[in-house]
């Protein structure tokens, strides 16, 4: 059992579509950041939400840091092939940090 | 721009082989990580390191090992490659206390054990 799970696994959708993918937890954490990893690359700090409730919005990607601090969402408007990769959640564990498996979003042209 | 460079993007092995994957960093950061990456798992740390010959276990440190020698350069080693090592490997580094800030990530390591 993964400490952070994401929904969905796999989506593909046609550009210009909205989406959201979901990052929970049954743990609490301090903060969650959102990396997206391209094909070929390594992966790259979208943002980090730090307060229960917080929505922080990147042009169309829009970030949600659920009351509790055990969850996040990512909303996608209007989606464009340039936003196709894996997407992965990653919260403070320990010394460390941990990261979910990650949603992995092909959008088509 | 800063950068995380990984010595080799692909490399294939043989079963017993020895593997060595070299990581740079240009941000002196103290910092250093080794994942692995496999599809359905995400990132399970291997080892890491929050300074110069200082290293600690991760979650997965079963057959392997790393090298710090200088604060720049982190090293993963497999003493004897197996088969079930097939993954893509990714360094990062941050700056400052552990499980704050940014990780930045190389571009990654493709290892295929035969």
């Known amino acids: 059992t993964q400490l952070l799970e994401q929904s969905p696994q796999f989506l593909s959708i046609q550009e210009g579509e909205n989406l959201t993918v979901y990052c929970n937890s049954s743990?609490?954490?301090?903060?969650l950041q959102w990396y997206r990893q391209e094909p070929g690359e390594g992966p790259v700090l979208l943002v980090t939400?730090?307060?229960?409730?917080e929505v922080k919005k990147l042009k169309r990607l829009t970030f949600q840091f659920g009351d509790a601090r055990k969850d996040s969402s990512l909303h996608i408007t209007a989606a464009q092939p340039g936003d196709t990769g894996l997407y992965l959640c990653?919260?403070?564990?320990?010394?460390?940090?941990?990261f979910g498996p990650g949603t992995r979003l092909s959008v088509l042209p | 721009d800063v950068k995380v460079t990984q010595s080799s993007r692909y490399l294939v092995k043989r079963t017993g082989e020895k593997v060595f994957l070299e990581c740079v960093q240009d941000?002196?950061?103290?910092?250093m990580f080794w994942y692995r990456q496999d599809p359905g798992l995400g990132l399970r740390l291997i080892y890491f390191?929050?300074?110069?010959?200082?290293?600690e276990k991760g979650d997965i440190p079963e057959g392997y090992s790393v090298s710090r020698e200088k604060k720049e350069r982190f090293s993963l080693i497999l003493e004897s490659a197996s088969t079930n090592q097939t993954s893509m490997y990714l360094c990062?580094?941050?700056?400052?206390?552990?499980?704050?800030?940014?990780?930045?990530f190389g571009e990654g390591s493709r290892l295929t054990v035969l």
């Open positions: 390191s929050y300074d110069v010959k200082m290293k």
């Open positions: 990062a580094s941050r700056r400052g206390v552990l499980n704050t800030g940014e990780l930045f």
């Open positions: 941000m002196d950061h103290e910092n």
């Open positions: 743990s609490v954490f301090s903060s």
């Open positions: 990653a919260g403070p564990y320990g010394q460390n940090f941990v």
């Open positions: 939400v730090v307060t229960g409730g």
